[in-house]
């Protein structure tokens, strides 16, 4: 199973919105509406911030949101804060193994 | 207040063996599926193994299948990943990750180095 692919990076001015994409196949990302997104602060564990596509879990900024067109997966983070700053990763089942990650995106705020 | 803690890590030689322990609190473990997560030295997320509630079903990615078991205990709320076989290429830090339908909790992480 391949990693599916995110953009190495992405960076944006503090106030601004950014997108990240995620593509895979039919198998994964297109077939299931199981897409979750990870935010990961340098030498922290991965936190849950996006859940079935378009769903924050209690606690998480509304600035996060995600939709799904296809095979290709979209994390937006609106409003965009020095906190943001992290490495982030998409996630889909798949049909051939349970699990896939994207390949991850660094985004940095200017 | 939910917490994973892994042990077990460490370093070991080139086809060594290593059997990583999660302890889980904070949150009804049997009803949890359970997962490892590994991330190698600036690399990126890597889903190993899967067990599910019960332990009806495990499942492994391709690059370990056949050398890693994953198993739990439900009394203990304890995860456990017994590694054989390792390589060089499974350098990593190991997450203990459950899962309520997703990637729910993370643990901090057990760093497994295979080297000579």
């Known amino acids: 199973q391949s990693a599916l692919t995110q953009p190495a990076s992405v960076s944006g001015s503090p106030g601004q919105s950014i997108t990240i994409s995620c593509t895979g196949t039919?198998?994964?990302?297109?077939?299931?509406?199981?897409v979750s997104w990870y935010q990961q602060h340098p030498g922290k564990a991965p936190k849950l911030i996006i859940y079935?596509?378009?769903n924050r879990p209690s606690g998480v900024s509304n600035r996060f949101s995600g939709s799904k067109s296809g095979n290709t997966a979209s994390l937006t983070i609106s409003g965009l804060q020095a906190e943001d700053e992290a490495d982030y990763y998409c996630?889909?089942?798949?049909?051939?193994?349970?699990?896939?990650f994207g390949t991850g995106t660094k985004v940095t705020v200017l | 207040e939910v917490q994973l803690v892994e042990s077990g890590g460490g370093l070991v030689k080139p086809g060594g063996s290593l059997r990583l322990s999660c302890a889980a609190s904070?949150?009804?473990?049997?009803?949890?599926?359970m997962n490892w997560v590994r991330q190698a030295p600036g690399k990126g997320l890597e889903w190993v193994s899967s067990?599910?509630?019960?332990?009806?079903?495990?499942f492994y990615g391709d690059s370990v299948k056949g050398r890693f078991t994953i198993s739990r205990d439900d009394a203990k709320k304890s995860l456990h990943l017994q590694m054989t076989g390792l390589r060089t290429e499974d350098t990593a830090v190991y997450y203990c990750?459950?899962?309520?339908?997703?990637?729910?909790?993370w643990g901090q992480g057990t760093l497994v180095t295979v080297s000579s």
């Open positions: 079935e596509v378009n």
């Open positions: 039919s198998s994964d990302v297109g077939g299931y509406d199981s």
């Open positions: 067990i599910s509630r019960s332990s009806f079903y495990m």
């Open positions: 990750v459950a899962d309520g339908g997703n990637f729910d909790y």
């Open positions: 904070g949150f009804t473990f049997s009803t949890f599926s």
């Open positions: 996630n889909s089942y798949t049909s051939t193994s349970p699990y896939v």
